[in-house]
């Protein structure tokens, strides 16, 4: 009886050793959460300017301020599409530690010269084009965090 006691918990640890060692390093690690991209328009030097902006909520489970994290951008099967870094919170700021905020990050940017050389409807056509294609963002994928000093 007593050697079955102790094999049982000898079990159980081994069995808790195991699922610990399975848990990502970092509370961040291998995060997947909603994203989108927004279309927003605006006015540069040259004329009407618009930038494809990709957006997401990001928890902040750590101790330190986070400034930025490395995202895999998804479309609704799971397929990575883009790659790329946002910026978490108010610049200089971050996202402080508990605290959830947005993380944002400009994907591209078709400048008021651009519209005016192009011509108006090719550039609406480039518009709705570009949305189309950065429009499929479902999910992100949080691979990396970088910290504030």
């Known amino acids: 009886m007593r050697i079955i006691c102790v094999l049982l918990r000898v079990?159980?640890?081994?069995?808790?050793?195991?699922?610990?060692?399975?848990?990502?390093?970092?509370?961040h690690d291998k995060d997947q959460v909603t994203c989108l991209v927004d279309v927003a328009f605006g006015d540069d030097a040259d004329g009407i300017s618009t930038a494809y902006v990709l957006r997401l909520q990001h928890k902040n489970n750590s101790?330190?301020?986070?400034?930025?994290?490395s995202v895999l951008v998804m479309d609704k099967d799971g397929d990575v599409?883009?790659?790329?870094?946002?910026?978490?919170?108010?610049?200089?700021?971050?996202?402080?530690?508990?605290?959830?905020?947005?993380?944002?990050?400009?994907?591209q940017t078709l400048s008021g010269r651009m519209a005016q050389t192009l011509g108006y409807d090719a550039w609406v056509h480039m518009v709705d084009d570009q949305k189309a294609?950065?429009?499929?963002?479902?999910?992100?994928?949080?691979?990396?965090?970088?910290y504030a000093d």
């Not at 910026?87 to 944002?104: F, H, L, S, Y």
């Not at 294609?133 to 965090?145: D, H």
């Open 11 to 27: 079990l159980v640890l081994s069995v808790g050793i195991v699922l610990f060692n399975m848990m990502p390093i970092f509370a």
């Open 81 to 107: 599409f883009r790659t790329t870094e946002t910026i978490c919170g108010e610049p200089n700021i971050g996202i402080e530690a508990g605290d959830t905020g947005e993380c944002k990050q400009t994907l």
């Open 133 to 146: 294609q950065l429009a499929k963002a479902r999910y992100c994928q949080i691979e990396g965090v970088n």
């Open 63 to 69: 101790r330190r301020t986070i400034e930025s994290v």
